[in-house]
């Protein structure tokens, strides 16, 4: 059973702060994991996609694949108040054609 | 403008009725899901589909049917079945039916069972 795991938070920083989002994974074999952002009451968006180990940078967001240790990263520069949300993990699904979520961490930045 | 249009996006219904919900995209993705999403829960795979007239069971299946008769149309039909239908329904497509690359997702569609 391929699964996500994410530590639900919340987690609050200041403003201008870097907030750290964590995500483990079960399959060693998963290849690819996404980040998704979830304002309350509103449909996920992807923030960050990544495919291979290392890291991944677009603007204030970093994501960070490690094979070896199954975890997957979010790193947010210099949070802002409108970053607060809830931020979905993913990798792929037991049959490979979807994806699997974690339950989310709630991030609350604060002015 | 392309994407995903779910209806309705708030919809009230008794206990023992059937309701669908209707997904629509203009992406021209292949592939195309149904999550469910309590709240304080991640997303659950209901069903998804590959191709035209192809479906397959997610992780949650029960109570609920689907149909994949045209490839930019995927309803979910929330059958009298489900004993606790109500949730946030969200549905997604993905460019390729090759599994890589992201979900797009539609806007929603929030059920409350009175």
């Known amino acids: 059973q391929k699964e996500v795991e994410q530590n639900s938070g919340p987690l609050s920083v200041p403003e201008g702060a870097i907030a750290s989002l964590n995500c483990t994974y079960s399959?060693?074999?998963?290849?690819?994991f996404f980040w998704y952002r979830q304002y309350s009451g509103k449909s996920p968006e992807l923030i960050m996609s990544?495919?291979?180990?290392g890291d991944k940078e677009d603007g204030r967001f970093t994501a960070q694949l490690n094979k070896a240790s199954q975890y997957v990263s979010l790193l947010i520069r210099d949070s802002q108040p409108s970053d607060s949300a809830n931020y979905l993990c993913a990798g792929p699904s037991n049959s490979g054609y979807a994806l699997n979520f974690g339950k989310g961490t709630s991030l609350l930045v604060t002015p | 403008d392309g994407g995903i249009t779910q209806s309705p996006k708030y919809l009230f219904r008794k206990e023992g009725q059937n309701v669908t919900l209707s997904c629509e995209q203009n992406l021209n993705h292949d592939a195309m899901y149904w999550y469910r999403q309590d709240p304080g829960q991640g997303l659950r795979l209901i069903y998804y589909?590959?191709?035209?007239?192809?479906?397959q069971k997610g992780d949650i299946a029960e109570g609920y049917s689907v149909s994949r008769e045209k490839k930019e149309s995927f309803p979910l039909t929330v059958t009298s079945a489900q004993k606790n239908p109500t949730a946030f329904y969200l549905c997604?497509?993905?460019?390729?039916?090759?599994?890589?690359?992201?979900?797009?997702f539609g806007e929603g569609s929030r059920l409350t069972v009175l």
């Open positions: 997604a497509s993905r460019r390729d039916s090759a599994n890589t690359g992201e979900l797009f």
């Open positions: 990544i495919y291979s180990n």
């Open positions: 589909s590959q191709i035209v007239n192809d479906f």
């Open positions: 399959d060693r074999g998963s290849q690819s």
